[in-house]
C-alpha cells in the first residue's frame, strides 16, 4: 500500500474509533511528514483524501480539523452548539439542470473489437441460455474486479445480473415483499420511487441536506428498506460523507432494516483511490449494492449488477430463481471479457486521469 494511503487510513481509524472527537485538530502536515519519514505533498494527499470523504475540513492558516460526525438527533448524542438545522440545506433547484457529468463511454473501437473475439473464442458459448441470475463467467469477473478495484469482497453466487437498475428495484421489491415502506431520497431520481410505487410499495420520501438524508428524517421513518444513492445522488449531486454512512448503517441495525445501495457513478470519482461502500463497510449483511455498466460502458448496454448480502440468497432465490436472465448471453460475455482482459479498468482510469485534470 502506497505510503498516503497508509497515513490516510491510520487517521480514519483514529478518527472513526473516537481518538479523535469531531472538531479536534490534527497533527500538521509537518509533523506527520517527521513522524513518518515522508514528504509534505504524501501526507497533503492523505489530507485530501481524508478531506474529500469528510473526515476532515481544513482552515486556512489554521491547520485540519476533524469533521466526521454522525447524526446528534438521530443517535441520541445531541452535542452542544450542534444543531440538525447546520445540516438542513435549501435547494433552490432547477430540475432541467443536470449535475456535472463529463464522463466519457467506452470506445467502439475496443468494443467492437471484444465482440470479435467472443465470436471467435466463445463461439459454443453465445448461444446458451444463461442461467437465471447470469452467466457464470460474467459473475465471477465481476466479483475479481471489485475485490481488485473496489476493495469490495463478494462471491460470484452473490452476484445477480439484470437488463438494467430498474429491473433489479423489481427483483428487490418482489424479494423483499410489498408490505415494507422504502425509504427514498428527495430530491431523487423519480424512476426509484415509481418502479417501487407500481409495484404496490408505499414509499417515504426523505429530505436531503448537504451531507445525506437529514438525521431527523431517518428518525422519524416508518420505513424499513432505505434506498439511497451515497455518491453524487441524482440530479442534486449531493455525495454522502463518511459519517453519514455510518448513520445509515445504524439506522439498518437499529430499525432490522435493509439499505440498497445505488452506486451508479462512483466509478468517475475523481479522487486517487475508489469511493468507500456501504457495502464494503457493512458487517452485519444488511446492505444490497447495485451498479450498472450503462454510464461505464454505453447507454446502449441495458446491463446491471447487484451483490446480494450471503444470508439472503436463500430467500432471493425462493423469490425470484425462477425468472429467466433478460440479458443476450453475448453481451454478457462481451462484458465479461472487457472486465477480463483489463480494456474496462483502463478505460475507467482514463476518464478518472482526465477528471482530476479538468479540476
Same mark, same amino acid.
Given at each position: 500500500? $502506497?505510503?498516503?494511503?497508509?497515513?490516510? *487510513?491510520?487517521?480514519?481509524?483514529?478518527?472513526?474509533?473516537?481518538?479523535?472527537?469531531?472538531?479536534?485538530?490534527?497533527?500538521?502536515?509537518?509533523?506527520?511528514?517527521?513522524?513518518?519519514?515522508?514528504?509534505?505533498?504524501?501526507?497533503?494527499?492523505?489530507? =485530501?483524501?481524508?478531506?474529500?470523504?469528510?473526515?476532515?475540513?481544513?482552515?486556512?492558516?489554521?491547520?485540519?480539523?476533524?469533521?466526521?460526525?454522525?447524526?446528534?438527533?438521530?443517535?441520541?448524542?445531541?452535542?452542544?452548539?450542534?444543531?440538525?438545522?447546520?445540516?438542513?440545506?435549501?435547494? *433552490?433547484?432547477?430540475?432541467?439542470?443536470?449535475?456535472?457529468?463529463?464522463?466519457?463511454?467506452?470506445?467502439?473501437?475496443?468494443?467492437?473489437?471484444?465482440?470479435?473475439?467472443?465470436?471467435?473464442?466463445?463461439?459454443?458459448?453465445?448461444?446458451?441460455?444463461?442461467?437465471?441470475?447470469? =452467466?457464470?463467467?460474467?459473475?465471477?469477473?465481476?466479483?475479481?474486479?471489485?475485490?481488485?478495484?473496489?476493495?469490495?469482497?463478494?462471491?460470484?453466487?452473490?452476484?445477480?445480473?439484470?437488463?438494467?437498475?430498474?429491473?433489479?428495484?423489481?427483483?428487490?421489491?418482489?424479494?423483499?415483499?410489498?408490505?415494507?415502506?422504502?425509504?427514498?431520497?428527495?430530491?431523487?431520481?423519480?424512476?426509484?420511487?415509481?418502479?417501487?410505487?407500481?409495484?404496490?410499495?408505499?414509499?417515504?420520501?426523505?429530505?436531503?441536506?448537504?451531507?445525506?438524508?437529514?438525521?431527523?428524517?431517518?428518525? $422519524?421513518?416508518?420505513?424499513?428498506?432505505?434506498?439511497?444513492?451515497?455518491?453524487?445522488?441524482?440530479?442534486?449531486?449531493?455525495?454522502?460523507?463518511?459519517?453519514?454512512?455510518?448513520?445509515?448503517?445504524?439506522?439498518?441495525?437499529?430499525?432490522?432494516?435493509?439499505?440498497?445501495?445505488?452506486?451508479?457513478?462512483? *466509478?468517475?470519482?475523481?479522487?486517487?483511490?475508489?469511493?468507500?461502500?456501504?457495502?464494503?463497510?457493512?458487517?452485519?449483511?444488511?446492505?444490497?449494492?447495485?451498479?450498472?455498466?450503462?454510464?461505464?460502458?454505453?447507454?446502449?448496454?441495458?446491463?446491471?449488477?447487484?451483490?446480494?448480502?450471503?444470508?439472503?440468497?436463500?430467500?432471493?432465490?425462493?423469490?425470484?430463481?425462477?425468472?429467466?436472465?433478460?440479458?443476450?448471453?453475448?453481451?454478457?460475455?462481451?462484458?465479461?471479457?472487457?472486465?477480463?482482459?483489463?480494456?474496462?479498468?483502463?478505460?475507467? =482510469?482514463?476518464?478518472?486521469?482526465?477528471?482530476? =485534470?479538468?479540476?
Amino acid at each position: 500500500m $502506497k505510503k498516503y494511503l497508509q497515513i490516510y *487510513e491510520g487517521i480514519k481509524k483514529d478518527i472513526v474509533e473516537g481518538a479523535y472527537k469531531t472538531g479536534t485538530k490534527l497533527p500538521s502536515k509537518r509533523s506527520l511528514a517527521e513522524l513518518w519519514g515522508v514528504s509534505l505533498v504524501t501526507v497533503e494527499h492523505a489530507y =485530501n483524501l481524508l478531506i474529500e470523504e469528510g473526515y476532515v475540513n481544513t482552515m486556512e492558516k489554521s491547520g485540519y480539523f476533524v469533521a466526521y460526525q454522525t447524526g446528534d438527533y438521530f443517535l441520541g448524542e445531541k452535542k452542544t452548539g450542534v444543531s440538525e438545522s447546520a445540516n438542513e440545506y435549501n435547494f *433552490e433547484f432547477d430540475y432541467r439542470i443536470k449535475p456535472d457529468n463529463r464522463f466519457e463511454y467506452i470506445s467502439y473501437d475496443i468494443y467492437s473489437r471484444t465482440v470479435r473475439k467472443v465470436l471467435s473464442f466463445f463461439a459454443d458459448e453465445v448461444f446458451v441460455k444463461s442461467p437465471a441470475f447470469g =452467466n457464470l463467467r460474467l459473475r465471477r469477473e465481476i466479483s475479481e474486479y471489485l475485490l481488485r478495484s473496489r476493495n469490495i469482497k463478494a462471491s460470484y453466487e452473490q452476484i445477480i445480473i439484470g437488463a438494467g437498475a430498474e429491473y433489479l428495484y423489481q427483483m428487490i421489491a418482489i424479494t423483499l415483499g410489498t408490505d415494507k415502506i422504502y425509504g427514498v431520497e428527495t430530491p431523487g431520481y423519480r424512476k426509484i420511487k415509481e418502479v417501487y410505487e407500481a409495484g404496490g410499495i408505499k414509499t417515504d420520501s426523505l429530505k436531503l441536506g448537504k451531507n445525506g438524508i437529514i438525521s431527523s428524517q431517518l428518525e $422519524k421513518t416508518k420505513a424499513r428498506v432505505l434506498h439511497i444513492t451515497p455518491y453524487r445522488s441524482y440530479p442534486t449531486g449531493i455525495t454522502a460523507s463518511a459519517g453519514k454512512k455510518e448513520e445509515y448503517l445504524k439506522w439498518s441495525r437499529k430499525n432490522d432494516g435493509i439499505i440498497i445501495e445505488d452506486d451508479f457513478e462512483s *466509478e468517475f470519482t475523481p479522487s486517487r483511490k475508489s469511493v468507500d461502500t456501504l457495502y464494503s463497510m457493512d458487517d452485519e449483511q444488511r446492505v444490497i449494492y447495485v451498479n450498472t455498466f450503462t454510464q461505464t460502458i454505453s447507454p446502449s448496454v441495458r446491463m446491471a449488477y447487484m451483490i446480494v448480502p450471503e444470508k439472503m440468497l436463500d430467500l432471493f432465490n425462493s423469490k425470484t430463481g425462477i425468472f429467466s436472465c433478460p440479458v443476450a448471453t453475448l453481451e454478457q460475455l462481451v462484458v465479461a471479457q472487457l472486465l477480463s482482459s483489463g480494456d474496462f479498468e483502463r478505460h475507467i =482510469n482514463r476518464v478518472r486521469r482526465k477528471i482530476r =485534470n479538468l479540476k
